[in-house]
T-cell receptor, first 114, second 114 residues
Framework: GDSVTQMEGPVTLSEEAFLTINCTYT??????LFWYVQYPGEGLQLLLK?????DKGSNKGFEATYRKETTSFHLEKGSVQVSDSAVYFC?????????????FGTGTRLTIIP | GAVVSQHPSWVICKSGTSVKIECRSL??????MFWYRQFPKQSLMLMAT?????????EQGVEKDKFLINHASLTLSTLTVTSAHPEDSSFYIC??????????FGPGTRLLVL
């Protein structure tokens, strides 16, 4: 079945550091890929998505590129802020919108130190 | 964006009792809702898909009689954990896809069975 393997945390960085959170997947067909973020005390929110190979999703300074050849969707940000502290989940779905069943990675807790 | 609420956010109960968790889409109608379970330091695992006006679809390994799901209206789905035991203690999260959009997640319900 489908699966998502995500970089284990926790990850602690200083403000303005470069961030990479690795995510690889196994799936049949051509899934859509997502990054969700969960801020303390809140529900998961869609951060960005990519629906086909070589697509780049971006939002709030975060980027991730759908790499079919390496089955990866790594999350990057050039300069992190304290407000980026949260738990990040990589996920895949058979739907472009992610409105069908989602398969999640284990989540990576990110803490940014001022 | 759209809002999904869950109630209660926290519940503690005695072993053998039943607990009901509500999931509401506050500003959109959802014919489908999803129920996830999250163990500490683990991924969100889909338990079942709740369908308005029909039976829920359970994932393999999830006990239908243990986790009763009722999707009574287009804005409300409930998950009842029947005869709860300590191993049912977990974080339960619901989500609802807005029409033509991504899934919106509730903030989760933490269940502790003593």
């Amino acid at each position: 079945g489908d699966s998502v393997t995500q970089m284990e945390g926790p990850v602690t960085l200083s403000e303005e550091a470069f961030l990479t959170i690795n995510c690889t997947y196994t799936a049949t067909g051509y899934p859509s890929l997502f990054w969700y973020v969960q801020y303390p005390g809140e529900g998961l929110q869609l951060l960005l998505k990519a629906t086909k190979a070589d697509d780049k999703g971006s939002n709030k300074g975060f980027e991730a590129t759908y790499r079919k050849e390496t089955t990866s969707f790594h999350l990057e940000k050039g300069s992190v802020q304290v407000s980026d502290s949260a738990v990040y989940f990589c996920a895949l779905s058979g739907s472009n919108f992610g409105n069908e069943k989602l398969t999640f990675g284990t989540g990576t807790r990110l803490t940014i130190i001022p | 964006g759209a809002v999904v609420s869950q109630h209660p956010s926290w519940v503690i109960c005695k072993s053998g009792t039943s607990v009901k968790i509500e999931c509401r889409s506050l500003d959109f109608q959802a014919t489908t809702m999803f129920w996830y379970r999250q163990f500490p330091k683990q991924s969100l695992m889909l338990m079942a898909t709740s369908n308005e006006g029909s039976k829920a679809t359970y994932e393999q390994g999830v006990e239908k009689d243990k986790f009763l799901i009722n999707h009574a209206s287009l804005t409300l789905s409930t998950l009842t954990v029947t005869s709860a035991h300590p191993e049912d203690s977990s974080f339960y999260i619901c989500s609802a896809p807005a029409p033509g959009e991504t899934q919106y997640f509730g903030p989760g319900t933490r269940l502790l069975v003593l």
